[in-house]
T-cell receptor, first 116, second 110 residues
Framework: DAGVIQSPRHEVTEMGQEVTLRCKPI?????LFWYRQTMMRGLELLIY????????DSGMPEDRFSAKMPNASFSTLKIQPSEPRDSAVYFC??????????????FGPGTRLTVL | RKEVEQDPGPFNVPEGATVAFNCTYS??????FFWYRQDCRKEPKLLMS???SGNEDGRFTAQLNRASQYISLLIRDSKLSDSATYLC???????????FGRGTSLIVHP
């Protein structure tokens, strides 16, 4: 398996622009998570999906952030308009709960976002 | 009080040293515990789960103390390649959603 795939790996944009981050989870995994990591705040859970349905988006910082999962193999995180304080590494992770407690989340390589 | 707290370090140790990290959690209903490792500019990866009876994987030993609500990670005979950030992860029984600590930075030098 190729693991969790994220694109782009790096994104540099100007304040006010729309940014779309993409994630392909591991096939068969029924949970998908979006995290943001910064030096100041560490790893923060933004939103997670179960079977393509958003379950908890309480971590989404504000209305500028939105996430979708149109099918089991694809999710997007969109920031519109972007601001310099959104600069961070955004990770997507997936796991399967089938049959019992979670053993591990599998993280993608992350998207390093810089908003100028 | 944060849900999961770790000393950010850095812990700066020579090769061959033994080093230990602790992590405290606030939710007494927490059921599952893990240590993840994150290399610089990489994604977090599972290092080991932490079981009630403690567990060992080569040079790494993880312990759980439910009464005091902390978990620990002991690394023996440190290698240069152990240099990384170690993230403590706690899951409550009802949600299966993990809560990550901020991480402890380890630097192993020659």
């Amino acid at each position: 398996d190729a693991g969790v795939i994220q694109s782009p790996r790096h994104e540099v944009t100007e304040m006010g622009q729309e940014v779309t981050l993409r994630c392909k989870p591991i096939s068969g995994h029924d949970y998908l998570f979006w995290y943001r990591q910064t030096m100041m705040r560490g790893l923060e859970l933004l939103i997670y999906f179960n079977n393509n349905v958003p379950i908890d988006d309480s971590g989404m910082p504000e209305d500028r952030f939105s996430a979708k999962m149109p099918n089991a193999s694809f999710s997007t995180l969109k920031i519109q308009p972007s601001e310099p304080r959104d600069s961070a590494v955004y990770f997507c992770a997936s796991y399967s709960r089938a049959g019992g407690p979670v053993d591990t989340q599998y993280f993608g390589p992350g998207t390093r976002l810089t908003v100028l | 009080r944060k849900e999961v707290e770790q000393d950010p370090g850095p812990f700066n140790v020579p090769e061959g040293a033994t080093v230990a990290f602790n992590c405290t959690y606030s939710n007494s209903a927490s059921q599952s515990f893990f240590w993840y490792r994150q290399d610089c500019r990489k994604e977090p990866k599972l290092l080991m789960s932490v079981y009630s009876s403690g567990n060992e994987d080569g040079r790494f030993t993880a312990q759980l103390n439910r009464a005091s609500q902390y978990i620990s990670l002991l690394i023996r005979d440190s290698k240069l390649s152990d240099s990384a950030t170690y993230l403590c992860v706690v899951q409550s029984g009802g949600s299966y959603i993990p809560t990550f600590g901020r991480g402890t930075s380890l630097i192993v030098h020659p």
